[in-house]
């Protein structure tokens, strides 16, 4: 097994050159190109790391209003995952990674917060693959991600993928054991820009996001929601009923389309001397879920 290392990255990375890497290996012919042929078989054992990484008030701010969350001094719950994103996608876009970033489904996202972080704090922000493992779709595996600030941990992300592929053997779908919370009536008009402007905020420029026509290249019948925007929208329609140190799950289901309209739904279930959240998006027709997702307070 490769020693395990770990690189610097410098600066501030740039998402855009990233995904449109991401995209060549699905074109065809350019796949087999050197620089752009996948040669790896296993995970690479690397971990990405940024340090002393500012935070931009006008950027959180925007991403506050693109997800319905309101500002504060602090750092919306889903935040920090933006910083990572570039890290994610520079680990995913490297030749020894076994496969390509487009057309691999974003399954479950759990984000564990040990406490506010404030705006004005640098932290230092660490990424890396692992968990290698089959399912019985295809390949399973996770990005790990790790904030730190002043060498304290304050929040971590670990972000689990499906890349579809021959079923292993005796794999089972095991996954986050989440309930769907049915609508009390809160629903939500999303616009067909809504992937548009989030990309402008995240950097996840992800064609199956942005237009029907670069959606439909990829199989769904216009574009999609981000998951992560998804996740974030039901944290800020809860925004002030968890505490600031918090693990959220979350599973993502049936994609949402644009424009479209969601259901949100939410209950307190009681856990000891604490309050924790289950909540869903979910469609109005039918009750299916697009997301499924609880916020536990830490003990």
């Not at 040669?39 to 935070?55: E, F, I, W």
């Not at 295809?138 to 904030?147: A, I, Q």
């Not at 993502?252 to 856990?271: I, M, N």
Request: charged share 20%.
């Amino acid at each position: 097994m490769p020693e395990a290392t770990t690189r610097e990255v410098t600066g501030e990375p740039r998402t855009l050159p990233l995904l449109l890497k991401a995209a060549l290996p699905v074109l065809p012919g350019i796949s087999r190109l050197p620089g752009v042929r996948r040669t790896g078989s296993a995970l690479p054992q690397v971990t990405l790391t940024r340090h002393d990484v500012p935070v931009d008030r006008a950027h959180v701010a925007a991403y506050a209003e693109v997800c319905g969350f309101g500002l504060k001094e602090t750092l919306p719950v889903t935040y920090p995952h933006l910083l990572a994103f570039p890290l994610h996608m520079a680990i995913m876009t490297d030749a020894q990674f076994p496969y390509p970033a487009i057309g691999t489904v974003h399954l479950e996202n759990t984000i564990t917060q040990h406490r506010a972080i404030s705006a004005g704090e640098r932290l230092q922000v660490s990424a890396r693959p692992e968990g290698l493992r089959g399912h019985a779709k295809g390949t399973l595996f996770d990005l790990v991600t790790e904030v730190h600030s002043g060498g304290e941990p304050v929040w971590e992300e670990t972000s689990t993928f499906l890349r579809r592929g021959r079923p292993a053997e005796g794999a089972v779908d095991e996954g986050l054991d989440l309930e769907t919370v049915p609508s009390s009536g809160t629903q939500w008009r999303l616009g067909a820009d809504l992937g548009r402007r989030y990309a402008a905020v995240s950097g996840d420029h992800n064609p199956i996001h942005l237009y029907a026509v670069t959606a439909k290249a990829f199989g769904f019948p216009r574009q999609i929601a981000h998951g992560m925007w998804s996740k974030a929208r039901c944290l800020a329609a809860l925004d002030g009923r968890y505490p600031d140190a918090v693990r959220v799950d979350v599973a993502f289901k049936k994609p949402v389309l644009l424009p479209g309209t969601v259901a949100f739904g939410s209950r307190a279930v009681s856990s000891g001397d604490a309050r924790d959240w289950a909540f869903s998006l979910t469609s109005p027709k039918d009750g299916a879920p697009h997301l499924l997702g609880r916020a536990t307070a830490l003990r």
